[in-house]
């Protein structure tokens, strides 16, 4: 077998060649645990951007009434497993998140409040996490500012060439950018 000179002392190279005598970078490592600032700036995202926190919250004041509504109606109930506001609380979690635990309301009134909140406390349950992923992935990629800047000079720079439509949109653009920047220096 012939002995490889180093890469210094190889010929010329052809055009196309580099590539395939290009040397290897060290290889990537597998992440186990994922880096910190990335699950912070993703968290803050989620937060923000996406109705996470609004339908936790409405979820949460649904679940206090609905678990006071058990609480009232199972109240003095024969056979009854709901003696205090902790159980009702703790039926109307197992209730919404449908793990089948929650302990079966006895009184008409009962069932009737534990039908209405299985079915709601799901709907918002499920529906919050189905709201926040399709927010989250569908949510417009935000340009940086410099970047639209350097985008309207260049239309400024072909500015008889634009339709009126591709006018408009400029003019929007940059008023809405100038309202902006009034808002930000404005003092308050």
């Known amino acids: ?18 590539v395939l005598r290009r040397k290897r970078g060290p290889r ?20 923000t951007q996406t109705p996470l926190l609004q339908m936790m919250f409405v979820l949460a004041i649904l679940w206090l009434f609905f678990s006071v509504g058990i609480y009232f109606a199972e109240q003095g109930a024969e056979g009854t497993t709901i003696h205090s506001y902790g159980r009702a609380l703790y039926w109307g979690i ?23 909140w299985i079915v709601l406390g799901s709907i918002v ?27 309207i000079q260049y239309n400024l720079e072909q500015l008889d060439n634009l339709s009126l439509e591709e006018l408009e949109v400029l003019k929007e653009t940059t008023d809405g950018l100038i309202n902006l920047r009034i808002g930000k220096v404005k003092p308050s």
């Open 28 to 47: 990537m490592r597998l992440r186990l645990a994922p880096s910190v600032p990335r699950v912070i700036k993703l968290l803050r995202v989620i937060v």
């Open 94 to 116: 197992a209730a919404f998140s449908t793990a089948g635990i929650a302990d079966t309301p006895v009184t008409a009134a009962g069932q009737v409040i534990g039908g209405i």
């Open 125 to 151: 349950f499920f529906g919050a996490i189905v709201a926040t992923i399709t927010t989250y992935f569908m949510r417009p990629q935000q340009r940086p500012t410099t970047q639209i800047i350097s985008t």
């Open 1 to 18: 077998m012939a002995e490889q000179k180093p890469f210094e002392e190889m010929p010329p190279i052809r055009p196309g060649e580099r």
